[in-house]
C-alpha cells in the first residue's frame, strides 16, 4: 500500500490500483488521476478539509466511489450522497478498512461551536485524528498522519499527541496555515515526539509517497 501525501490534510492510498482519498479539501491543489477511487473519507466539514470542487472531479472519473463522513457532513453536503460513520463503527471500502474514533474536533475558542471530527485508521496501519487529538486506545499504530499546525492547536499539544500514539513513523499534516520557516520548526518538534517511543519522522512534502 502506498501513501502519496497532498496539501495541508490530504493524502491518498492507493493498494492494488484502488485508491482511498483522504480530506480533499480548499488548501489542497486539484488531485490527479483520481480513477479507480473506491472512497473518499471527509473528517469533518471545515473547508480545508472538503470542497465540492473536489468531490465532483472525483465522481466524474470514479462514479462508484462511497463518501465517508460523520454527520455534520451529510448536513453540509447537501447534494451529496454521503455514509454517514461515527466513533466505533467499521466499515470496508474495496480493499480498505476504515475504523472509527474520536468524536469532536478540537476546541477552536469558547465562542465557536464544536462540530463532530472522525479520526480514521486504515487497514489496522494508518491512523490520522482528523482535526483532533484522538487516540486510538490499543491499536499499535504503524503510520500517524499527525497535525503541525492550526488555529485549535498548539505545537506543544501536537508533540504530546504524538508520543501518545507512540507510532512507528509519523509524518505531518495540516500544515498549509504555516510559513515555510514555520513548518520546518514544526517537523522538527514532531520529530523529536516521534523519536521518544523509538519511531521514524518523515517530513513529506506534498507528493512525497511512503510504502505502508
Known amino acids: 500500500m502506498r501513501l502519496t501525501k497532498f496539501e495541508h490534510a490530504a493524502f491518498l492510498l492507493e493498494t492494488d490500483g484502488t485508491k482511498l482519498i483522504v480530506d480533499p479539501g480548499a488548501?489542497?491543489?486539484?488531485?490527479?488521476?483520481?480513477?479507480?477511487?473506491?472512497?473518499?473519507?471527509?473528517?469533518?466539514?471545515?473547508?480545508?478539509?472538503w470542497t465540492a470542487e473536489h468531490l465532483d472531479r472525483i465522481l466524474a472519473a470514479s462514479p462508484e466511489a462511497v463518501?465517508?463522513?460523520?454527520?455534520?457532513?451529510a448536513?453540509?453536503?447537501?447534494?451529496y450522497d454521503i455514509t454517514v460513520v461515527a466513533p466505533g463503527d467499521v466499515v470496508e471500502a474495496g480493499p480498505f478498512t476504515l475504523r472509527f474514533f474520536g468524536g469532536t474536533h478540537a476546541v477552536i475558542h469558547s465562542s465557536i461551536p464544536v462540530i463532530d471530527n472522525v479520526g480514521v485508521l486504515i487497514n489496522d496501519l494508518v491512523y490520522y485524528p482528523g482535526d483532533s487529538f484522538a487516540v486510538p486506545e490499543g491499536v499499535d499504530v504503524d503510520l500517524l498522519a499527525a497535525p503541525?499546525?492550526?488555529?485549535?492547536?498548539?505545537?506543544?499539544?501536537g508533540m504530546d499527541f504524538?508520543?501518545?500514539?507512540?507510532?512507528?513513523?509519523?509524518?505531518?499534516t495540516h500544515e498549509m496555515v504555516l510559513s515555510g520557516p514555520g513548518q520546518s520548526m514544526?517537523?522538527?518538534?514532531l520529530q523529536w515526539a516521534t523519536e521518544q517511543g523509538g519511531g521514524t519522522y518523515y517530513p513529506l512534502a506534498p507528493l512525497d509517497t511512503l510504502e505502508v
Request: aromatic residues 6%; negative net charge; proline residues 8%.
Open 75 to 79: 448536513a453540509a453536503a447537501d447534494g
Open 27 to 49: 488548501f489542497t491543489s486539484p488531485i490527479a488521476d483520481v480513477e479507480h477511487t473506491a472512497a473518499v473519507l471527509i473528517t469533518h466539514l471545515h473547508p480545508d478539509h
Open 186 to 189: 514544526s517537523h522538527d518538534r
Open 67 to 73: 463518501l465517508y463522513g460523520p454527520a455534520g457532513v
Open 148 to 157: 503541525a499546525g492550526a488555529p485549535w492547536m498548539k505545537i506543544s499539544e
Open 162 to 172: 504524538v508520543t501518545a500514539v507512540a507510532p512507528k513513523r509519523a509524518f505531518g
